[in-house]
T-cell receptor, first 111, second 113 residues
Framework: DAGVIQSPRHEVTEMGQEVTLRCKPISGHDYLFWYRQTMMRGLELLIYFNNNVPIDDSGMPEDRFSAKMPNASFSTLKIQPSEPRDSAVYFC?????????FGPGTRLLVL | TQLLEQSPQFLSIQEGENLTVYCNSSSVFSSLQWYRQEPGEGPVLLVTVVTGGEVKKLKRLTFQFGDARKDSSLHITAAQPGDTGLYLCAGPNYGGSQGNLIFGKGTKLSVKP
């Protein structure tokens, strides 16, 4: 299996622009998680899905963040408009039970 | 609120030394997991401990789950530069649905040759 795939790996954008991060989970996994990682706050859960349905989005910072999972093999995390404080590494992870398998992350820099 | 506190936050040692890092909580966990994250990559699961007092070994790494299931430790024997990375502990978030984990902030380990 190819593992969790994320794209892009790096994104540099200007404040106010829309950013879309993409994730393909491991086939057969029914949970998908979006995390944000910074030096100050560590790994923070933003939102997670079970069988494509959002279960808990309480970690989403504000309305500028949205996530979708239109099918079992694809999810997006969108930031609109982006702000410099959104700069971080964003990870997608998938799971079938217990252990989570992480993608390589998207390093986002908002100027 | 469940919290996992890891210590030390940073650790820099020479190749060949032994070290122990800790993961502590005031809450009881049914299980704890340890992940290692190498620079530029996502965390990778090393081990899951599920029984109080359990000890698991993975080559030079020894993981222990506290008897009360509130804490865990990771001991590395004869550390090597390849052990460099961020070590994260994680446990089930009982406020959320099955599958949801909470993570500690990690111990950043640097092993110098």
């Amino acid at each position: 299996d190819a593992g969790v795939i994320q794209s892009p790996r790096h994104e540099v954008t200007e404040m106010g622009q829309e950013v879309t991060l993409r994730c393909k989970p491991i086939s057969g996994h029914d949970y998908l998680f979006w995390y944000r990682q910074t030096m100050m706050r560590g790994l923070e859960l933003l939102i997670y899905f079970n069988n494509n349905v959002p279960i808990d989005d309480s970690g989403m910072p504000e309305d500028r963040f949205s996530a979708k999972m239109p099918n079992a093999s694809f999810s997006t995390l969108k930031i609109q408009p982006s702000e410099p404080r959104d700069s971080a590494v964003y990870f997608c992870a998938s799971s079938r039970s217990g252990a989570q398998y992480f993608g390589p992350g998207t390093r986002l820099l908002v100027l | 609120t469940q919290l996992l506190e890891q210590s030390p936050q940073f650790l820099s040692i020479q190749e060949g030394e032994n070290l122990t890092v800790y993961c502590n909580s005031s809450s009881v966990f049914s299980s704890l997991q340890w992940y290692r994250q190498e620079p530029g990559e996502g965390p990778v699961l090393l081990v899951t401990v599920v029984t109080g007092g359990e000890v698991k070994k993975l080559k030079r790494l020894t993981f222990q789950f506290g008897d009360a299931r509130k804490d865990s430790s990771l001991h590395i024997t004869a550390a090597q530069p390849g052990d460099t990375g961020l070590y994260l502990c994680a446990g089930p978030n009982y406020g959320g649905s099955q599958g949801n984990l909470i993570f500690g902030k990690g111990t950043k380990l640097s092993v110098k040759p």
